[in-house]
């Protein structure tokens, strides 16, 4: 800390730079603080192409659980496989096996109903020179768009 000003000792850069990235804070009309950024080694697209390999990913396996329909509930949550914990000789054991379970372990806990209502809503993942190919990978998974007003937010 002694290479930081006392004056931005608890400054939440992190929570700044993502407003940045997600919201265009600060940046937002400004292509003269867009390109200092850039010379500094700022990236606003963040890791924008990882985000959205695990999108990708989570809803290539939801479609092909759902015969290539991908109208997914907003609180849809990839889930981790089941486990079944017994008790055998006075020690607990836990049962069930990952090898069957669709979901990868680096997408468990992955919030897919709520990304994907981001990118309907929000435009999320949608801007820039990659937008056409990733509307293109939805629309080839089953991807509603327009889901009708009201419907379940949950299975």
Request: a positive charge; glycine letters at 8%; hydrophobic letters at 35%.
């Amino acid at each position: 800390t002694d290479t930081w000003p006392r004056s931005l000792w608890s400054y939440p850069l992190g929570a700044k730079c993502t407003a940045v990235r997600q919201k265009e804070l600060y940046v937002k009309g400004h292509p003269d603080r867009l390109r200092i950024l850039a010379e500094i080694g700022f990236h606003v697209n963040g890791n924008d192409s990882l985000r959205w390999l695990e999108v990708v990913h989570a809803a290539a396996v939801y479609s092909q659980m759902h015969n290539r329909n991908l109208d997914v509930p907003q609180s849809f949550v990839v889930p981790a496989p089941p486990r079944r914990i017994g008790l055998e000789d006075d020690k607990f054991s836990i049962s069930g096996s990952d090898d069957a379970w669709p979901w990868p372990e680096s997408l468990w806990g992955f919030p897919l109903g709520q990304r994907l209502r981001d990118i309907r809503l929000k435009g999320y993942y949608l801007r820039g020179p990659s937008a056409d190919a990733r509307r293109r990978q939805l629309d080839a998974l089953g991807f509603n768009w327009n889901p009708k007003p009201g419907r379940r937010k949950g299975k």
